[in-house]
C-alpha cells in the first residue's frame, strides 16, 4: 500500500467512525444517563433516514433546512415516546427494558412497511454537495461525504460543550451520577429525562439523515447499526461522550483496516477489539468520564 | 327424520365418487413463501404467477383440481424446518412450493428428501440444491448462483477484460456466483487478480473501492442484492471508478432497485434469465395476462412462479394425475421442454433449469435484453448423485 492509498484509507475510517459516533452518542447518552438498554436505538436511525427520504422533495436544496426541520420532528417524537412508554421502565429491571424497546422495533418495521412499502429508495444528495474532487489517479471523492464528517465534528464539538460547560450539562452529569441526591435538590428529573431522551433520538435520527444520501434507505437498515453501536458504547464506557468519539474512531480504523488487510476475518474484527478492550478494561475506556 | 339424514348423506357419498371418477380429489399445492418481510413482495409475485398458469388450464393440473395452502416462511431458516413440516404432516399436502431464501430452501429440500414430497423451487439459487442436496423429487423452476456468474464470466473475457477483481458478501450465495465468474473468465483467458469479501450485510464499501482504484484492474464483479446493490453501485460511481473500470454483474445487481440507484446504474451491464423487455410473443402474452388479473407488471418472479406450475403441470400430465407415482412424475419434469417467457428451457438430470442466459443493460427503470450470452447453458451439479 502506497502512502496516498493510505491516506485515503485513513480518511474512510475517519469518516465512518465519525458517523458511528453521531448515532452511538445518542445511545450511551440514553443508556448512561437513565439506565436504559435501548434496543430500539437503530429503529431512531432508521426513523431519520425515511424521514430524509420523506421530506427531500419538500426541501429541495435546503438540506440544512431539513436536518433542522428532521431534528424537531424527532425530538418531539422522543418526547412524546418517554412520555408515553419509556418514563414507566427506569425502575424496571433490564429483561422487561430488552423486551419493550424490542417490540418496538417491530412496530417501527411493520409501520414503516405500512407507510412506505419494502423497496429500496434512493434520496438525493443536494446540488450544491453533489460533485466530487479528485484523490489520487483514478478515484474521486464525493464532496458530500466531507460535508458529513464536517457535520459530525461541528456535532461532536457542539455536543461536548453542552455537556460539559452549560447549567444542562450539569445536571445531566449530575442525574447520571446521582438520580436521587439530584431529584432531593430540587431539580425535575423526570423533565430532564424527557429532554435526554429526545436529544438521544434526535441524534440517531439526524445520524439517519446524514447518511441517507450515500446509504439510501431499505428495510432492516436499523439493525446492523445497532449492534455497531452497542459495541461502540461498550468500547467507550457506557454514558461517557469522549469515550464513545474515541471508540467509533478505533472501530473505524479497524474495520477499514481489517477489510483490506484481513478479508476473511474482517467480520470479527471489531468484536476482537471489544473483547480484547474489556479484557484490558473492563469498564471501557472512559467509564464515568463525560 | 333419521332416515332423511341418511339419505342425505348416501346421496353425498355417490357425489363424492362421482367426483373420484372425473380426477380424484384436488391436488394439494402448498405455498411455502415470505409473506411478510423484505421478499414479502418476491412471494407474492410467485404465488400469482404459479396461479396464473393454473387458471389458464381451467383450474386443473394433470387433469385434477388444484387446491392450496399457505404458510408464510419468513425467511428465517430457524423456523424452516417447523414450517415445511406444518405443511407435509399437518396439511398432508401433495406438493410443496418455496421459497425464495436459500437457507429456508435448503431446509425445505432436506425435508423434502426425507418425507419424499415434490419440492418445485421457484427462486433460491444454492448451488447445493441440485448439487448434492439434488433428488428425483426435487426440481428448481429459477437458477444456480453459479448460472449468472458464468456467463458474466464469458461477457468480461469477450471484452478483453484479463485481469478482474470481484467483490462480494462473505456468504454462500455470493461465493457461488464469484466462482461461477472466475470459470467463465478463466475459460476465456482472463483471471481474476483478487477476491474481495466484506461480512454480510455491512454495507461499507468505501474501504475496498479504495484497494479496487489503488490495484487498477480491468474490470470488477460485484454480486449484491436488495439495498447492499444500492449502495454499492452508488458508490461505485460517487468514487469515480465507473468512468475508468467497467462494473459487471449477475442480474439481482439492478433487480428492482433501479429508481434507487437513478443515474449511477445507467448502462450497467447484467446477466440473467430473463429481461424486462423481451419482445417475445410467449413473453408479451404472459404480461398481458399477469397485468389483467392482478393490476401489476410482472417481472421475474412472476415468470418462475408461473415456470413452477408449468413443471407441475407436465409431471401430473404424464402421471395422468396419479401422485403416487412419484418417479414418473419426477422423470417426466426433467424431460419436459417448457414453454417459458423467458424463452424455452429443459430442466437437467439434477433439476435445474437448462436455460438462456441474456445480457441485459439498465436503461431507465428497465434492464433491457442486449444479447444472449450462452445458449442452454447447464448448471454443473458438482456433488450431485442421482
Not at chain 1, 96 to 102: F, G, H, R, S
Not at chain 1, 143 to 157: G, Q, V
Not at chain 2, 54 to 77: H, T
Amino acid at each position: 500500500m502506497d502512502l496516498a492509498t493510505f491516506l485515503v484509507q485513513c480518511l474512510n475510517a475517519v469518516q465512518y467512525g465519525l458517523l458511528l459516533f453521531l448515532v452511538a452518542s445518542g445511545l450511551t447518552l440514553i443508556f448512561g444517563i437513565m439506565g436504559v438498554i435501548n434496543l430500539a436505538h437503530g429503529s431512531f436511525y432508521m426513523l431519520g433516514a425515511y424521514l430524509a427520504f420523506a421530506l427531500a422533495p419538500y426541501f429541495g436544496d435546503h438540506f440544512g433546512t431539513m436536518l433542522l426541520a428532521g431534528v424537531m420532528l424527532s425530538a418531539l417524537f422522543g418526547f412524546v415516546l418517554e412520555w408515553v412508554f419509556f418514563s414507566f421502565l427506569y425502575q424496571r429491571e433490564h429483561l422487561q427494558q430488552v423486551l419493550m424497546t424490542y417490540a418496538l422495533i417491530l412496530v417501527f418495521e411493520e409501520l414503516r412497511s405500512m407507510l412506505v412499502g419494502n423497496d429500496v429508495h434512493g434520496v438525493p444528495t443536494p446540488s450544491w454537495l453533489a460533485g466530487s474532487f479528485a484523490l489520487g489517479e483514478l478515484m474521486s471523492y464525493p464532496w458530500y461525504r466531507l460535508f458529513a464528517s464536517a457535520a459530525c465534528i461541528a456535532l461532536a464539538a457542539g455536543l461536548y460543550a453542552v455537556v460539559n460547560r452549560t447549567r444542562l450539562g450539569m445536571m445531566i452529569r449530575a442525574g447520571a451520577s446521582n438520580r436521587e441526591m439530584v431529584r432531593s435538590l430540587g431539580i425535575d428529573i423526570q423533565l430532564l429525562y424527557r429532554i435526554v431522551f429526545a436529544g438521544g433520538v434526535a441524534l440517531a435520527a439526524l445520524a439517519g439523515m446524514i447518511a441517507a444520501p450515500m446509504s439510501s434507505v431499505y428495510p432492516g437498515m436499523g439493525g446492523s447499526v445497532l449492534i455497531i453501536c452497542f459495541v461502540v458504547v461498550v468500547i467507550g464506557g457506557i454514558g461517557s461522550i469522549t469515550g464513545a468519539l474515541v471508540a467509533s474512531l478505533l472501530v473505524g480504523f479497524v474495520d477499514t483496516f481489517g477489510k483490506v488487510f484481513f478479508a476473511e476475518l474482517s467480520g470479527i474484527g471489531v468484536y476482537l477489539l471489544m473483547a480484547i478492550v474489556l479484557v484490558w478494561r473492563p469498564e471501557g475506556l472512559m467509564r464515568g468520564r463525560a | 327424520m333419521k332416515i332423511v339424514s341418511k339419505l342425505a348423506a348416501a346421496a353425498a357419498l355417490c357425489a363424492a365418487a362421482a367426483a373420484h371418477a372425473q380426477g380424484g380429489a384436488p391436488v394439494k399445492v402448498g405455498f411455502m413463501l415470505p409473506y411478510t418481510g423484505t421478499y414479502a413482495a418476491l412471494g407474492n409475485m410467485i404465488e400469482n404467477g404459479f396461479r396464473l398458469y393454473v387458471q389458464e388450464q381451467g383450474g386443473k393440473l394433470g387433469g385434477r383440481e388444484v387446491q392450496f395452502v399457505k404458510v408464510d416462511d419468513e425467511s428465517e431458516p430457524s423456523k424452516a424446518t417447523d414450517n415445511v413440516n406444518k405443511l407435509i404432516k399437518r396439511d398432508t399436502v401433495d406438493v410443496l412450493v418455496g421459497t425464495v431464501h436459500s437457507g429456508v430452501a435448503l431446509a425445505m429440500a432436506k425435508a423434502a428428501k426425507e418425507s419424499g414430497t415434490l419440492l418445485i423451487i421457484p427462486n433460491a439459487g444454492a448451488d447445493a440444491i441440485t448439487g448434492p442436496m439434488c433428488g428425483n423429487n426435487i426440481v428448481r423452476s429459477s437458477f444456480s448462483n453459479w448460472q449468472p456468474g458464468y456467463a458474466m464470466g464469458v461477457v468480461a473475457a469477450q471484452r478483453g477484460h484479463k485481469r478482474v477483481m470481484t467483490i462480494t458478501w462473505n456468504y454462500a450465495a455470493g461465493a457461488e456466483s464469484v466462482k461461477g465468474f472466475t470459470e467463465g473468465l478463466e475459460k476465456g483467458g482472463g483471471k481474476v487478480a483478487k477476491d474481495l469479501t466484506l461480512p454480510f450485510p455491512n454495507v461499507e464499501f468505501q474501504a475496498l473501492l479504495t484497494e479496487i482504484a489503488a490495484q487498477k484492474p480491468d474490470a470488477v464483479y460485484a454480486f449484491f442484492a436488495g439495498g447492499g446493490a444500492v449502495k454499492f453501485v452508488k458508490d461505485y460511481a460517487a468514487a469515480g471508478l465507473n468512468k475508468t473500470i467497467p462494473l459487471y454483474g449477475p442480474g439481482f445487481l439492478t433487480d428492482g432497485t433501479l429508481e434507487a440507484q437513478g443515474s449511477s446504474a445507467q448502462g450497467l451491464l447484467t446477466t440473467l434469465h430473463y429481461a424486462d423487455n423481451l419482445d417475445t410473443p410467449r413473453n408479451n402474452a404472459f404480461r398481458k395476462s399477469f397485468a389483467l388479473a392482478y393490476k401489476q407488471n410482472a417481472d421475474v418472479y412472476a415468470v418462475q412462479g408461473y415456470d413452477a406450475a408449468q413443471l407441475l403441470g407436465a409431471g401430473l400430465a404424464a402421471a395422468k394425475g396419479d401422485l403416487s407415482k412419484k418417479d414418473v412424475i419426477g422423470a417426466a419434469m426433467r424431460k419436459a421442454t417448457v414453454d417459458s417467457p423467458r424463452g424455452k428451457f429443459t430442466i437437467s438430470p439434477a433439476g435445474n433449469p437448462v436455460q438462456d442466459i441474456y445480457l441485459r443493460e439498465a436503461k431507465g427503470l428497465n434492464n433491457e435484453f442486449k444479447s444472449v450470452v450462452v445458449k442452454a447453458l447447464s448448471d454443473p451439479a458438482r456433488g450431485c448423485k442421482m
